[in-house]
């Protein structure tokens, strides 16, 4: 498959949870990849708890699936690599903001994307050329889990959506 969904949870520029699923434009998908990240070894590295993204979380504790299971930093930046690897020419769409946090993280570490910038695409942009309003709120509810998995998949069909528009 020739895209890769990225999704991150955090807490301000601490990363709590990465998630990522191989997909087409059909809508198909294919690999998915989840860790849980230790906040301590973000911490450790200098990433910071913004105050807005904790209030959200202490909010919502129960949408917390971060918590258990975790790994350092470091591997599972090491693992969503290896992730990226299975093809290497994938794009990678995801949120700006996410690519941001990312890409600080890798810095932090002393390492690189785990994927060559130029592969990189925002879902906003997409969404915006193909005119097409995403299901944001329903019923005034947030439609996203917040489980960086769930939420690439979520992503993945209003992005197919906008693609299927943008090719009409």
């Known amino acids: 498959m020739d895209n890769i969904m990225l999704d991150l949870e955090t807490l301000g520029t601490v990363i709590t949870q990465i998630g990522a ?6 809508g198909k998908t294919g690999e998915t990849f989840l860790v849980n990240v230790n906040i301590k070894s973000c911490l450790d590295r200098d990433l910071e708890i913004k105050y807005k993204e904790l209030k959200f979380w202490l909010e919502n504790r129960s949408r917390i699936t971060w918590n258990k299971n975790t790994i350092p930093l470091t591997k599972a930046l090491e693992e969503l690599t ?17 690519i941001e946090i990312l890409e600080n993280a890798c810095q932090k570490l002393g390492q690189k994307l785990p994927f060559h910038y130029t592969r990189w695409k925002d879902i906003r942009t997409l969404v915006f050329l193909a005119g097409l309003q ?29 693609y299927k528009l943008l090719k009409k």
Do not use: G, M
């Open 21 to 26: 699923v191989y997909f087409d434009w059909t």
């Open 82 to 98: 290896t992730f990226c690897k299975i093809n290497k020419k994938a794009h990678v769409w995801s949120h700006y903001y996410d």
């Open 134 to 162: 995403k299901e944001r709120k329903e019923n005034n509810k947030d439609p996203k889990t917040h489980n960086a998995l769930d939420d690439c998949l979520y992503q993945i069909s209003y992005c197919c959506k906008a």
